[in-house]
T-cell receptor
Framework: ETGVTQTPRHLVMGMTNKKSLKCEQHLGHNAMYWYKQSAKKPLELMFVYSLEERVENNSVPSRFSPECPNSSHLFLHLHTLQPEDSALYLC??????????????FGAGTRLSVL | GDSVTQMEGPVTLSEEACLTINCTYTATGYPSLFWYVQYPGEGLQLLLKATKADDKGSNKGFEATYRKETTSFHLEKGSVQVSDSAVYFCAENSGYSTLTFGKGTMLLVSP
């Protein structure tokens, strides 16, 4: 148990569905991240929310929409996905800052399959 | 942009063999360096880290030394166990909170 909880653990959806992934952290962190993990590819940072920075990977399609209502919760809203979006989606959290020493703690991920 | 390069896997070893997984980075300056491990069906967990040159990170019998002169952070273990079978990720952080990860190296340890 890392203190970062992701739900659901598994999700199967059709290309016309709308669904949301949820991430919650209980570590007192103020930065949260979404990563996409596909087979045989590097971990892809999708979005970052923190006090100091908000990063959006410009290669992420608009069918992925993040929402961060507070420092403990992060959502990833999904709509009209494509089969190539099937992957493991990982959430992480950390203390934000420029030190570069801040450790990211990961959730167990949501395994998404798009049919 | 910055990148991290790891050796291709899978690495297949017998129990009690020695392990080395190579990792090099391109970031300039003095990034912090990390090894994360991902067990089957789980997210990534921090295994060890080093934040300045010549630092040695260690945990669970694994070690890695921050080598500025060769921009490397190789992961080593003297005697692997079946339970060490997992995917290992090298990562660097040169500012703010974002990490740059390598592609990961799968380790398979047989009895």
């Amino acid at each position: 148990e890392t203190g970062v909880t992701q739900t659901p653990r598994h999700l199967v959806m059709g290309m016309t569905n709308k669904k949301s992934l949820k991430c919650e952290q209980h570590l007192g962190h103020n930065a949260m991240y979404w990563y996409k993990q596909s087979a045989k590819k590097p971990l892809e940072l999708m979005f970052v929310y923190s006090l100091e920075e908000r990063v959006e990977n410009n290669s992420v399609p608009s069918r992925f929409s993040p929402e961060c209502p507070n420092s403990s919760h992060l959502f990833l809203h999904l709509h009209t996905l494509q089969p190539e979006d099937s992957a493991l989606y990982l959430c992480a959290s950390s203390i934000s800052g420029r030190s570069g020493k801040n450790i990211q703690y990961f959730g167990a991920g949501t395994r998404l399959s798009v049919l | 942009g910055d990148s991290v390069t790891q050796m291709e896997g899978p690495v297949t070893l017998s129990e009690e063999a020695c392990l080395t997984i190579n990792c090099t980075y391109t970031a300039t300056g003095y990034p912090s360096l990390f090894w994360y491990v991902q067990y089957p069906g789980e997210g990534l967990q921090l295994l060890l880290k080093a934040t300045k040159a010549d630092d040695k990170g260690s945990n669970k019998g694994f070690e890695a030394t921050y080598r500025k002169e060769t921009t490397s952070f190789h992961l080593e273990k003297g005697s692997v166990q079946v339970s060490d079978s997992a995917v290992y990720f090298c990562a660097e952080n040169s500012g703010y909170s974002t990490l740059t990860f390598g592609k990961g190296t799968m380790l398979l340890v047989s009895p």
